[in-house]
């Protein structure tokens, strides 16, 4: 069950993955008496999967290019969506960042696609997936490779709005304060541990355009600052807890 990979209290301490070992600084020799060989601090791989406009994939980039890999924490390997011709897939090309689609309809059955997606995804060896408004729901084999280490960003503050209209269901309540969650994913519909929520205030001229893209200034914020903490720090989820060391 993937949700158990989610509820053993684990630590993700990133054990040292392909790209990761290369830029390790060692020797064959064993290291004189007294002195101490430093591992040099390692970025951890990220796929990102996109549906839309890529505006979280760009906070991304850039903060990864402002700040560099290694102080960072991550850089990103590859991104992957369901749909051609989207501004996600366009931001990643100019970024000269390896891409790849794969679409539901392509395969004959969900759990195919699935399976394909999490094929795709596996062969960049990541240690954590971003779905940064990737507009899918992953199945059960997407979840057995990679719970516990794919990261979901909602626009609307979590158990609240759940599904595709986060902001139009927030809206249409009548709530005064929404905002945005980024959570780890598990088998439910925005279900899985919440890492961390930003608010935003619903004003009387809101309409949800208005309203999402409020909402999307503290998200990518918010999304960057997350998976840098985890990617640099290590985390573990103890039940519905995530703990960021
Ligand atoms: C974000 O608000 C995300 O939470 C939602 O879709 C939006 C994606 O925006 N699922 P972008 O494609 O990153 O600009």
New binding site residues.
Partial sequence: MPVSLLTVGRFVDFPVSRGAKQSYDRTNAPPRKGLTVAAKPVAKRLVVL????????QALLDAIETTGTEAYGAEIVAVGADREGIE?LARAERAQIPTFVRKVKEFGTRDEWDAALAEAVAGYEPDLVVS??F?KIVGKEFLARFGGRFVN???ALLPSFPGPHGVRDALAYGARVTG?TVHFVDDGVDTGPIIAQGVVEVRDEDDESAL?ER??EV?RRLLVEVVGRLARNGYRIEGRKVVIQ
């Avoid at 996109?50 to 994939?57: D, K, P």
């Fill in positions: 996109v549906s839309g406009s890529g505006t979280n994939l996600g940064a408004g507009m960003t909602h626009p945005c999402h909402i999307k998200e």
